[in-house]
């Protein structure tokens, strides 16, 4: 193998024109690794805040230029190329995917090292498109409708920013879970895909507002958080659960701080979603595997295109998961 490969890099904040095409190291993996060759990469928000540099992410990546992460992606699929000395669970010519999230990003790339553990089998039935597709937005999803919606069949559901990655595979899991009346939430091009989707009822957030139309949720699940705690209570059925996965960092911490007080004084849980990377992907598998699974991926790019792909990210408009396919 060439000890070169090809990279998207970047060496200061800003835009999708900071991404430059690169050759780079081909990384080496510990002994717990192993050396993938990518496949597939899915953009996620925390990529694109990650290259924009907002407050938060200069403290952790360099307050004026990056330093820790030169190669954006988490959500990749690839193929084992090479397994380090101690790992047992998989072998060269194995089809994998996972977020590597935790473990320094790296994606956009033609390869990337992963611990053994932040990975799952990719079923074969599986495109590598559809497997990056899933483990960002589909943890987010599952994890904020079970392990801390605790979404009952009875339930009333929201999900706000329904027409992206989270929303798209948490209406099939809602769905699977036996919920029967789910609401999305988006811009006005999105009502239709979000039909297609399955949701009972789609809102234009641009002619109504959900919080202040007088309707009530027993789970609404946030991907955006763009209003303040009250106006997330006041749509909540008594006893329901507002849950937050993304958006407005600064709204994010308000929700964390007003939820103690919100739920004293009305008995309604406000709550933050902590992404446990990778938790959840084999209860995907399960899913796909028996055709109760759609993964939405809006366009065709390629490795040559992921600077368009931040770009139709900005824009805001696209519609389920934005993947890249080498």
């Known amino acids: ?61 360099g307050l004026f230029r990056p330093k ?23 072998k060269v010519g194995d089809e994998v995917y996972g977020d590597l999230s935790s473990n320094g990003f790296g994606g956009f790339a033609e390869y990337v090292c992963a611990p053994e553990e932040a990975l799952e089998r990719k079923p074969a039935k599986m495109s590598f498109k559809e497997a990056a597709a899933i483990p960002q937005a589909g943890m987010l999803a599952y994890q904020g409708l079970f392990d801390v919606g605790q979404l009952r069949p009875e339930h009333s559901l929201l999900i706000n920013g329904a027409g992206g990655g989270v929303g798209s595979l948490g209406i099939h899991l809602a769905r699977n879970a036996g919920i029967e009346r789910a609401t999305g939430v988006d811009s006005t091009e999105k009502l239709a895909f979000m039909k297609s989707l399955g949701f009972d009822e789609v809102i234009d957030y641009t002619q109504k507002d959900f919080a202040t139309a007088g309707q009530q949720y027993d789970l609404i699940l946030d991907c955006k ?5 009250r106006a997330h209570a006041s749509a909540l059925k008594p006893g329901g659960t507002y849950c937050t996965i993304g958006g407005s960092v600064p709204k994010m911490l308000v929700q964390l701080v007003s939820s103690q007080p ?13 992404l446990n990377p990778n938790k959840d ?30 770009k139709k990210f900005r824009s805001g408009a696209y519609k389920g998961k934005l993947v890249a396919g080498y």
Request: with cysteine; aromatic share 8%.
């Open 262 to 274: 919100i739920r004293a004084l009305t008995g309604k849980r406000l709550r933050l979603v902590a």
């Open 1 to 61: 193998m060439d000890n070169k490969m090809k990279a998207w890099v970047y060496h200061d904040y800003g835009g999708p024109e900071q991404l430059q095409l690169g050759d780079v190291p081909t990384p080496v993996p510990k002994d717990d690794e192993v050396l993938i060759r990518v496949r597939s990469c899915a953009l996620n928000d925390w990529d694109n805040e990650l290259l924009r540099g907002d407050f938060i992410n200069r403290l952790l990546n």
């Open 68 to 90: 820790r992460m030169p190669i954006l992606g988490s959500d990749i699929a690839g193929v084992v190329e090479t397994a380090g000395a101690h790992v047992t669970r998989w």
């Open 225 to 229: 958080t763009s209003r303040m705690p």
């Open 281 to 310: 992907l084999e209860a995907f598998n399960d899913l796909f595997e028996s055709g109760k699974l759609t993964v939405s991926i809006d366009g065709d790019f390629g490795f040559d295109d992921i600077p368009d792909l931040f």
